[in-house]
């Protein structure tokens, strides 16, 4: 049963940092530094469950009674991790909340990554107020999807591995791919126009939300894409997981 708490902690991990804060539910802003620590080399279950621990650790007295939502870069099935982008394959099939909850010793929110970026846009950035589908990508070192739909959350939709003349989107479209390549603005756009072009056919979206670091930089490649659907960047970006694994974990207790 959800719970009227207007305060919890989002605990965001990827394949290079760990982040997190206390976030004001009602707002959508930070009520506490943002914490941030390496990921441990080699990105295993219990060095980077320790690194979390002692984040969680460090919001004392107050955090202890606040929900905590945990977000991941995987397929999430049940608490299981399916899948591990960016960390060690240890962590596929894991049965990693438990893992969490044990080390904690309280319950969690375990959640994807990009699934969290969606709720906090959909709550507090380019999606409120929206309805019909929303789709969230984030371009980064893959391509993360987030699907919302009339305010709900389809989980784990996986968007970056649609397949694309023979391979996953993501290898060529993402801003690894971008990086890789040495790709201008306008090279990368039109593999990101591809891939936006494919999407729009699938599903007809409402909106699309841009996120990822590069999204501060929309102006440079936005404009250049021609769709349908309305495109914007998010407006959170390197908070967002934060913000939607509190979200989600508040609603869960």
Known sequence: MATTTTRAIGIDIGGSGIKGAAVDLTSGELISDRLKVA?????????I????????????KTGADLPVGVCF??????????????????????EAEKLFEKA?????????????????ELHYGAAKGHQGLVILTTLGTGIGSALLYNGTL?????????????????????????????????SWARRLQRYYTRVEALFSPDLF????????????????LKLNTPIVPAVHRNNAGILGAAWLAARSR
């Open 39 to 47: 990921t441990p080399s080699g990105g295993e279950p219990n060095a």
């Open 49 to 60: 469950v320790a690194e979390v621990v002692k984040m969680v650790n460090q919001f004392g």
């Open 73 to 94: 870069p995987a397929v999430v099935l049940n608490g299981r991790t399916m899948s591990a982008a960016n960390v060690s394959k240890k962590w596929i099939g894991l």
């Open 104 to 120: 904690l010793k309280r319950d969690i929110l375990f959640v994807n990554d990009a699934d969290a970026a969606g709720v906090a």
């Open 154 to 186: 389809v989980p784990n939709t996986e968007l970056g591995h649609l397949e694309i003349d023979g391979r996953d989107a993501e290898s060529r479209a993402s801003y690894a791919a971008k990086e890789r390549g040495r790709l201008s603005w306008h």
């Open 209 to 224: 939300v841009v996120g990822g670091g590069v999204s501060k930089q929309s102006e440079d490649f936005l404009p250049l």
